[in-house]
Structure formats: structure tokens, C-alpha cells
């Protein structure tokens, strides 16, 4: 169900990112500013990016739960989720290697943007407690979905404050007056952000196949063990060979 | 601040590199262990299977 397409996907996402890496290191130019160290920014930002779009793909799809009851769109948001959990390890910790190369800190408190990406991570860090407190199948499925709508809905409206907020240490990449970046720059962190959503959505689809296959298996194992359940009474009933048959009534 | 030397910077680079590649490494890692169970499953549910059917 989940694993169609997957093998011209992978072999797309590996042909990306060894582009992006290529360009990267061999054809983005040298920012006059800060030298070397910006190349950490065409992993960092395409990861943010991916992985706030991963937050609100995940709330997309709780809504499409909430609205249908199919259960595979709770999957495809849990899945969705976890994966930009794990990008977001990724952001925190390239980022914090890149403030303390351009900045001569690990953290910096009052940059806005950096705060703002910390809380949105911490929030979806109760995502996963919140989802396993709970047994009954049902309910922590709709209890998931719920969250999942609510935090997508403050990924965005989290963005735009922070963008209202005038910073005054990080730079701004995305804005409607232009990057302000070369065009080899410019081309480059394209590659890359497609790069980055290619294998998003190629390890999100590997993991929706392995959950996929774990219940598919949970069930048959249940099915099997329940026939095997029924079977075994009418085996025990069955009269032994060479055993006289008991007549009813008697 | 000014920009870091190649050699200095490059160490930082080369870190929030290997951050990204171990992340992908890991998540890989450990779904392909998931993986293994299942097939470790599926092997003995066709036992159980060939079982039931004798």
C-alpha cells in the first residue's frame, strides 16, 4: 500500500542529494562574508524548511483522520512527524555549529528565530508521550490527530511572528524582496531543498511500509492464532481412532 | 565576527555534515532492524502456517 514508487523515489533522492553535495562544495561560490563556514547553510535551512513542512503535513493529515476515521492517515501524520522530529535534532544541532563558527556562540537566547524553532521542537517532543499514554487504539489515534492539528496550526502562525519580529543576527533567506544571494547560491540551496524533500519523503514512505507490514503481520498472527484457538476444541472432540462412539442422549 | 580560516571552518563544516549523516545513518539503521524483525516474523508465521496445514 504504502511501498509503491518507492524504488524510483529512492534512486531520485540518491541522484539529488549527490547533485546537491556536488554543488555545494564544487560549484556555489565562497560567501564573501562569512567564507567557508556558510556551506553548513545549504544543510541547515533545507532541513528547517522540510522539517516545518513535515510538522504541518503531519497536522494536514490528522485533519483528514479527524474528517474520515481512516486510520492510515493517522499513520501517514504519526510517520510525518516523527521524521521532522528527527530533522529537527538536525537544525538545532547544525545551527548551533554554525552560531558558534559565525557568532562565537553555541546559543544565542534572544535571536527570535532560534528560540521560536526550540519551542516548536520541544512541543512536538510530548507528541510521541502523548500518543503512547494512552491504549485504547481509537482513542489515541483521534488524541494524536487533535495535536497534530493544533501544533501544524502554530507552525505557521509561529513562522510569520517571528518573520514580524525585526532580527538583527539571523539572516533572512526566504523573503518577498529576494535572497539577495547569488544566482549559483541561489541555484545551489534549490538543489539542496529539493534534495532535502526527496529524502523526506523517501524515509517517510520506508517507514510507512514498515509500520505497514508490522500490522498487516500483528493481524494475520491474531487471525492465525484465533483459527488455531477454534480448531483445537473440535480436534479434542473428534473420537480417538479405535474409540467406541458414544451414542447421543446417553 | 571575522570568517574563520579554511582550516578552522572546515572543521565545523565537516561537524554539521556528519550531524546531518549520521542523523539519515541512524534512522536508516534502525528502520532496517525493524524491517528484520518483521521478516523474522513473517518466517515464523509461515511456520505456524505450514504447522496448521499438516
Not at chain 1, 492539528?149 to 524582496?177: D, Q
Amino acid at each position: 500500500m504504502f511501498g509503491k514508487g518507492f524504488a524510483p523515489l529512492s534512486i531520485l533522492t540518491a541522484v539529488a542529494v549527490a547533485a546537491a553535495a556536488a554543488m555545494v562544495f564544487f560549484y556555489a561560490p565562497l560567501d564573501a562574508d562569512q567564507g567557508f563556514i556558510q556551506k553548513i547553510f545549504y544543510v541547515h535551512v533545507p532541513m528547517a524548511i522540510v522539517g516545518l513542512l513535515g510538522f504541518v503535513a503531519g497536522g494536514i493529515f490528522g485533519f483528514q483522520h479527524l474528517r474520515s476515521g481512516d486510520r492510515a492517515h493517522d499513520l501517514r501524520s504519526y510517520v510525518a512527524i516523527h521524521l521532522s522530529i528527527v530533522l529537527a535534532v538536525g537544525v538545532l544541532a547544525t545551527g548551533a555549529i554554525w552560531a558558534k563558527a559565525s557568532w562565537g556562540h553555541w546559543w544565542v537566547w534572544s535571536e527570535p528565530m532560534l528560540t521560536s524553532y526550540l519551542i516548536i521542537f520541544l512541543l512536538y517532543c510530548c507528541y510521541q508521550p502523548l500518543r503512547f499514554s494512552i491504549e485504547d487504539p481509537d482513542r489515541q489515534a483521534r488524541a494524536a490527530s487533535v495535536f497534530a492539528v493544533t501544533a501544524g496550526v502554530f507552525v505557521p502562525v509561529n513562522f510569520m511572528a517571528v518573520r514580524a519580529v525585526e532580527s538583527v543576527t539571523h539572516p533572512r533567506v526566504l523573503s518577498t524582496a529576494g535572497s539577495g544571494m547569488p544566482a549559483e547560491m541561489a541555484v545551489t540551496f534549490l538543489v539542496s531543498l529539493v534534495a532535502m524533500a526527496l529524502l523526506f519523503a523517501t524515509l517517510w514512505k520506508l517507514e510507512l511500509s514498515g509500520k505497514q507490514a508490522a500490522i498487516e503481520l500483528r493481524r494475520l498472527r491474531a487471525r492465525l492464532e484465533l483459527d488455531a484457538e477454534r480448531s483445537e476444541p473440535l480436534a479434542d472432540a473428534r473420537p480417538a481412532p479405535g474409540a467406541a462412539a458414544v451414542p447421543a442422549g446417553q | 565576527m571575522p570568517a574563520l580560516p579554511l582550516d578552522a571552518a572546515g572543521v565545523f563544516v565537516a561537524a554539521a555534515y556528519g550531524v546531518f549523516l549520521a542523523l539519515v545513518v541512524l534512522y536508516v539503521g534502525i528502520i532496517g532492524s525493524k524491517i528484520t524483525r518483521i521478516e523474522r516474523e513473517l518466517r515464523s508465521l509461515n511456520e505456524l502456517v505450514r504447522r496448521s496445514d499438516r
